[in-house]
C-alpha cells in the first residue's frame, strides 16, 4: 500500500509502497478515508518532537474496516470508525479512573502497537505507527480500542477531525476548563484545535470569547465560530488587550493553543487572578517557561495540561458526533482545504502559508 514515510526530520515525507502486516489479535485492518493536516505531526516533521523514525505520521483520520483480528467484538467490516490517536488498554491505573486519555499502556509504547512490535514495515525496515494511527496511508492496523464507530453515512471528514482538533479543542474547554455561562475566555492561537476551544467557548455560553491569533485572517475566521473579540499580538500587547476587554482582570479561561513558551506565558499572564490557564499546544522540546512561584501563589491561579480534550474518547467522540449532527458544533466549516495524499508535503507547507480552518486528505 501506499503511505507517506518520514525517514529524517527536516525531510519531505516520502510518498511509497510499504507493507502492511494482517491485524493480530485485538486488532483492526481499516481503509483510510480521510487523514486531518494537524500541526502535532509537522512537530515531529520538524524535529521539534521526538518519535522513533522511520514513521508513518497521521494522527487525525477515519475509515472503514476491512477486517479484524482475533477476538475483536467492537467492530466489523463495513463499519466506518474515527481512528483515535490514543487507543487504551482497559487495565491500568488511569484506564480504571476515567482518564482513559492518559493510559499508561500506550504512553510505554510508543511508535508500534500495544504489543511493541509493528504491522508497518518496508523489506527488513521497521516503519512506525505515529499514535497508533499512521493515517498517512492508504490503509492502517490499529488496535481496537483506537476505532469510534459511527453511522455508515457519517462524512469520513467530518469524522477525522473528531479524531483530533475538534475532540481536542472542544474538550479542552468542555471537559478540563469545564467554562462556565457568561465567563471570559481567551484563546491563543486559532487554528484547528484552537477554532475547537472557540465553538466549545461558544457552546459553553461564554460571554466574551477573546481569539489571538498573529493571522489576521485567522482571527476573522474565528469569528464565524464565536469569537466576539480578536487580539493580534503582532500588533499590541496582547495581555494588556486581553485585560482591557476584560475590564482590568484578566479572562477567567485562557488557553495556549499554538505550542511555545512564549504563547504559554502569554495565557498564563492574560488569566485573571485565580483564573484557570489550559494548556494545548505542545511546544518544542527543551522549551521551558519561567512562571514566578510567588506570583502563583498570591494569583492562585491554575495551570493545566490538556491531553486530546480530557476526553475519554470511546465515550466523548459520539457526544461530539450528536453536537455535530445536532448543528451545535460546526465542522464542515472548519475544512477549509481538501488534499490528495501524493500532495501531503504542499499540505503541510499550507498549514504555516496563512490560510484559515483545517486541511484534509481524502483521496489515497
Ligand atoms: P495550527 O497551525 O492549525 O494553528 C496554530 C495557530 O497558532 C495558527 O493559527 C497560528 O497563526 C497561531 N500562532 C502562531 N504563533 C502565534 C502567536 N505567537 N500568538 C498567537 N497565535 C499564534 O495548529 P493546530 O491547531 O493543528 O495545533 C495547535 C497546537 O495544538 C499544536 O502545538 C499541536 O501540536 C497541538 C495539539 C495538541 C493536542 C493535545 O492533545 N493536547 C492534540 N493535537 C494538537
Ligand atoms: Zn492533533
Redesign the pocket.
Do not use: A
Given at each position: 500500500m501506499k503511505a507517506a514515510v518520514l525517514y529524517e526530520a527536516n525531510q519531505p515525507l516520502v510518498l511509497e509502497d510499504i507493507e502492511l502486516d494482517p491485524p493480530k489479535a485485538g486488532e483492526v485492518h481499516v481503509k483510510i478515508g480521510a487523514a486531518g493536516i494537524?500541526?502535532?505531526d509537522l512537530?515531529v516533521m520538524k524535529g521539534e518532537a521526538n518519535h522513533l523514525l522511520p514513521a508513518v505520521l497521521g494522527h487525525e483520520g477515519s475509515g472503514t474496516v476491512l477486517d479484524v483480528g482475533p477476538g475483536v467484538s467492537r467492530v466489523r467490516p463495513g463499519d466506518r470508525v474515527i481512528l483515535s490517536f490514543v487507543p487504551y488498554c482497559g487495565h491500568c491505573h488511569f484506564c480504571l479512573t476515567g482518564r482513559a486519555n492518559l493510559c499508561d499502556l500506550h504512553g510505554a509504547t510508543p511508535g508500534t502497537l500495544f504489543d511493541k512490535t509493528t504491522r508497518l514495515h518496508k523489506g527488513a525496515q521497521r516503519i512506525h505507527h505515529y499514535g497508533k494511527v499512521a493515517c498517512f496511508a492508504q490503509e492502517a492496523v490499529v488496535p481496537e480500542t483506537g476505532c469510534i464507530p459511527v453511522a455508515k453515512d457519517f462524512p469520513l471528514p467530518q469524522a477525522a477531525l473528531i479524531g483530533?482538533?475538534v475532540t481536542?479543542g472542544v474538550g479542552a474547554a468542555m471537559f478540563n476548563a469545564k467554562i462556565t455561562p457568561g465567563s471570559t475566555v481567551a484563546v491563543?492561537?486559532?487554528?484547528?484545535?484552537?477554532l475547537n476551544v472557540v465553538q466549545g467557548a461558544r457552546l459553553l455560553n461564554a460571554g466574551k470569547v477573546i481569539a489571538?491569533?498573529?493571522?489576521e485572517g485567522?482571527l476573522e475566521f474565528a469569528m464565524g465560530f464565536g469569537a466576539t473579540h480578536t487580539v493580534n499580538?503582532t500588533l499590541r500587547d496582547p495581555v494588556a488587550a486581553i485585560k482591557e476587554l476584560t475590564g482590568g482582570l484578566g479572562a477567567d479561561y485562557t488557553f495556549e493553543?499554538?505550542?511555545?513558551s512564549?504563547?504559554l506565558l502569554?495565557a498564563y499572564n492574560a488569566a485573571r487572578k485565580g483564573g484557570t490557564v489550559v494548556v494545548?499546544?505542545?511546544a518544542p522540546v527543551g522549551d521551558n517557561a519561567a512562571i514566578d512561584p510567588v506570583a502563583l501563589v498570591r494569583q492562585e491561579k491554575t495551570l493545566k495540561g490538556?491531553?486530546?480534550?480530557s476526553s475519554r474518547p470511546a465515550l466523548d467522540m459520539p457526544v461530539m458526533v450528536q453536537l455535530y449532527q445536532a448543528g451545535k458544533l460546526d465542522i464542515d466549516g472548519l475544512i477549509t482545504r481538501t488534499y490528495r495524499l501524493d500532495q501531503i508535503n504542499q499540505a503541510y507547507r499550507d498549514?504555516d502559508g496563512g490560510e484559515a480552518g483545517r486541511g484534509v486528505i481524502t483521496q489515497f
Open positions: 494537524c500541526r502535532s512537530h483530533c482538533c481536542t491563543v492561537g486559532c487554528g484547528g484545535v484552537g489571538v491569533d498573529i493571522n485567522k499580538p493553543v499554538f505550542g511555545s512564549e504563547t502569554t494545548v499546544g505542545l490538556c491531553y486530546y480534550g498549514i
